[in-house]
């Protein structure tokens, strides 16, 4: 099953499709005509799953904030306190990514409207262009691990995971990985000041009270939203699907507050939200479709005997399936990821007596460097589509190399300190 939806992937065909097929295929030469019973219980199963209410939502709410002048309003007020830093405006664009990303949930929402500011910024300023394009990449990447974000919407929905207690997992190496990008990024241009000098005095030399009043109107909305979404959510006061109602209402309350609620805007808004939701709906159908009839034909025992015959102990087989999703990543998309290994790697997880949770989190590190990872890499391909031709794919991904050694560094660090991931879900209540 595997080598053929990889065939068909490379052949160019659409990945939920190719899901979808291999998943006919391989059933009605297993099982006939019945099989079509197995795949409509997929299809049920996902349509029926109140949880994955929240995606459209999660959705909506990043549609609206592109379309509005927070985005704008944010990326200025951050650049008038990291501006005069080296490497400002790489560290202004990180800590934008990183606020957006917990206020929508949404992978790489915001990665075009930051790269529309910040590229014509860092070319005035003459920045390394490896380093700015890799930025902004690695910042689009942030909304996998950084709380609310989808991929944990649909991982704790498909290995029976409590949401609320991996949104909470997944905050300390959120911060990690906000840390850490901002450590390479201030330390590279301090060592090489060329690569990212910072801005000019005069531009953003403000008066104290004035830079403290704008700071405050920029980031007062995407705050709000945090702690809407996120404190409900994690308090216990709402379910995951209500607290992104929560948050999609706030998102439209905060744009009429603006004057920016039109209804051109709300059409394209809607408009997009349906377009990304019914993609990602039709990827999971495809990959509930596939692991169903893989784990019926004997695929889940011959995974766990695969295991058994390693002998590698647990440590060993952590390293072997998040090596499996490491190489997975290099051609397909995180949605995919998630719905073909999760299913087939939490039964043998459970069995073992590892940490669920603890494992859920070290398979979002990972998934987060498949949004970096060529060939299959949707942040290269989202800045290359605003990006002047003097920025090649080749200073893409120079750039984005030493952001995935940052991820591989967050990922030694969950490993080798396991707390980081479990201590907050455990004292979590009403999740």
């Not at 400002?88 to 957006?100: D, H, K, Q, R, S």
């Not at 997944?170 to 850490?180: A, E, S």
């Not at 990304?276 to 784990?295: P, Q």
Request: charged letters at 10%.
């Amino acid at each position: 099953m595997f080598p053929a939806l990889f065939a068909l992937v490379f052949a160019g065909i659409p990945v939920s499709l190719c899901l979808i097929i291999v998943a006919v295929a391989f059933g009605l030469s297993a099982f006939g005509d019945l099989v079509f019973l197995q795949l409509y219980g997929a299809v049920l199963t996902t349509a029926s799953n109140f949880n994955l209410a929240a995606i459209p939502l999660f959705v909506l709410m990043g549609a609206v904030l592109e379309r509005t002048g927070i985005a704008l309003r944010l990326f200025q007020a951050l650049q008038l306190w990291f501006g005069r830093m080296p490497g400002g405006l790489a560290v202004t664009t990180i800590a934008m990514c990183a606020i957006f990303a917990a206020a929508s949930g949404v992978v790489g929402a915001v990665e075009i409207v930051v790269g529309l500011m910040a590229i014509p910024a860092m070319q005035r300023y003459r920045y390394d262009m490896g380093l700015g394009a890799g930025t902004i990449c690695a910042g689009g990447s942030l909304g996998t691990i950084i709380p609310p974000s989808i991929v944990v919407v649909i991982y704790a929905s498909i290995a029976q995971l409590s949401i609320g207690k991996l949104f909470a997992a997944i905050i300390v190496p959120g911060l990690m990985m906000v840390v850490f990008f901002l450590a390479y990024v201030v330390v590279r241009c301090m060592l090489r000041p060329a690569d990212g000098p910072p801005v000019s005095r005069e531009e953003f030399d403000r008066p104290l009270a004035e830079k403290l009043a704008v700071t405050a109107k920029a980031l007062v909305p995407p705050l709000a939203l945090i702690v809407a979404v996120l404190g409900s959510l994690l308090t216990g006061a709402a379910s995951p699907t209500e607290a992104a109602a929560v948050g999609a209402f706030g998102t439209l309350v905060l744009a009429a507050v603006l004057g920016e609620l039109t209804f051109p805007m709300l059409r394209q808004a809607f408009a997009v939200s349906i377009r990304i939701s019914c993609m990602i709906m039709l990827i999971v159908v495809g990959g509930t479709m596939f692991t169903s009839i893989f784990a019926v034909t004997g695929g889940s025992t011959l995974v766990r005997s695969a295991v058994d015959a390693l002998g590698v102990g647990d440590v060993g087989v952590i390293a072997v399936f998040l090596a499996i999703v490491f190489v997975a990543g290099f051609v397909l998309d995180w949605i995919s990821i998630v719905l073909i290994c999760v299913p087939i790697f939490t039964p043998v997880i459970k069995a073992m007596g590892i940490d669920p949770i603890w494992f859920a989190v070290l398979v979002m590190v990972v998934i987060q460097t498949s949004y970096l990872t060529p060939p299959m890499a949707p942040s290269i391909f989202y800045l290359k589509s605003i990006t002047p031709p003097s920025i090649t794919y080749g200073h893409m991904y120079r750039g984005v190399i030493p952001f995935v050694l940052a991820q591989l560094a967050v990922l030694i660090a969950v490993l080798l300190v396991p707390a980081a991931a479990t201590y907050l879900p455990s004292i979590m209540v009403g999740l």
